[in-house]
């Protein structure tokens, strides 16, 4: 039996399992199975091992473990490095690697509705675990990206990540620029909330967008997904502004995960997408 594994604190609410299950399903990947496990922080070794000696054969890591994950593994690779988050482990020659699936995945949700995100102004709002994914997305491509974080000095601490990213690829330190919390920089073209503000339906940013009226090229994008629609979304629909949740981001970074471990580049359909509303 091949055993898959999504870890995290708290993890009841993961969907992770309902994506994975309906690959395992629809492809006939065989004696396969997906879970969920909730873990405490000193048993990340225990699943590293597990991976390593073939009681597990992939790993999807959650929150608040895409960080601490990292000393335990040989390596990290590709995104994982630049971003330090790790959401899937993989096994290859008895050593264990971490890698990131969030970046490409949110890059899939934005290629696949046909959005353009390159040479584009971007408005980062928050600094916590997933904003260095999406801070990666657009290093190399973006003509300018702003951050802004309530606690200014881990926006500082996740503008330092991207400079190291922007001096691999040549580009100027200046590309990054953290703005006050509740200050608005220039109009940009995609605004992404990668705060946790929202989770709560009732809960509210408060920070005046108010200057992006009957912008419709204007892209705000939450990461969030449960709700469907949150204060964010819904005051920018209602500005007239483009909106987009964090829904289709989150199934791609599973596709990306589950072709790793099955060699699969499994379909995005309907039926998947309905089975997460
Ligand atoms: P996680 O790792 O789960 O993303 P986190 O690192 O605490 O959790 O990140 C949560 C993000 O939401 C942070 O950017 C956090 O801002 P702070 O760094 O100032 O805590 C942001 N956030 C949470 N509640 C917020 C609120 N009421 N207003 C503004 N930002 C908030």
Same mark, same amino acid.
């Given at each position: 039996?091949?055993k898959? &594994?999504?870890?995290?604190? #708290? ?11 309906? $690959? ?5 990947v ?20 597990? &991976? ?11 929150? #608040?473990?895409?960080? %601490?994950?990292? #000393? ?6 590709g ?11 993989c096994?290859?020659n ?7 699936? !969030?970046?490409?995945?949110?890059k ?21 675990g ?21 606690t200014?000095?881990k926006? !500082? ?16 330190? +200046?590309?990054? %620029?953290?703005?006050? $919390? ?16 929202g989770? =709560? +339906? ?5 920070? =005046? ?12 994008? !939450?990461?969030?997904?449960?709700p469907?629609?949150t ?5 920018? +629909?209602?500005?007239?502004? +483009?909106?987009?949740n ?13 072709q ?9 359909d %309907?039926? &998947?997408?309905?089975l997460?509303?």
């Amino acid at each position: 039996m091949k055993k898959y &594994l999504v870890i995290g604190n #708290p993890i009841d609410h993961s969907l992770s399992p309902l994506i994975h299950n309906f $690959w395992i399903k629809k492809y006939k990947v065989i004696e396969s199975v997906y879970e969920k496990k909730n873990i405490e922080k000193n048993e990340l070794r225990i699943i590293v091992d597990k &991976l390593r000696n073939g009681e597990i054969n992939g790993v999807n890591i959650t929150v #608040p473990y895409k960080k %601490e994950i990292i #000393p335990f593994l040989d390596a990290v690779k590709g995104d994982a490095e630049l971003t330090q988050s790790v959401n899937t482990l993989c096994k290859d020659n008895n050593k264990v690697y971490g890698y990131n699936t !969030d970046t490409k995945g949110f890059k899939n949700s934005l290629v696949n509705e046909l959005i353009d995100y390159k040479d584009k102004n971007v408005f980062i709002i928050g600094a916590g675990g997933v904003s260095s994914s999406i801070l990666e997305a657009f290093v190399n491509t973006a003509n300018k990206i702003y951050i802004t974080n309530r606690t200014k000095k881990k926006a !500082d601490e996740l503008k330092k990540l991207g400079d190291i990213s922007l001096s691999l690829l040549g580009r100027e330190k +200046k590309t990054i %620029e953290v703005v006050n $919390w509740g200050e608005m920089p220039e109009v940009c073209d995609i605004v992404i909330n990668t705060t946790s503000v929202g989770l =709560n +339906k009732n809960e509210n940013l408060n920070l =005046n967008f108010e200057h992006y009226k009957n912008n419709k090229n204007a892209l705000f994008y !939450d990461l969030i997904y449960n709700p469907k629609e949150t204060n964010f979304l819904n005051e920018a +629909k209602l500005r007239g502004n +483009k909106t987009m949740n964090g829904k289709m981001m989150f199934i791609w970074q599973a596709q990306i995960a589950f072709q790793m471990w099955t060699g699969v580049a499994a379909e995005i359909d %309907e039926e &998947l997408i309905k089975l997460l509303d």
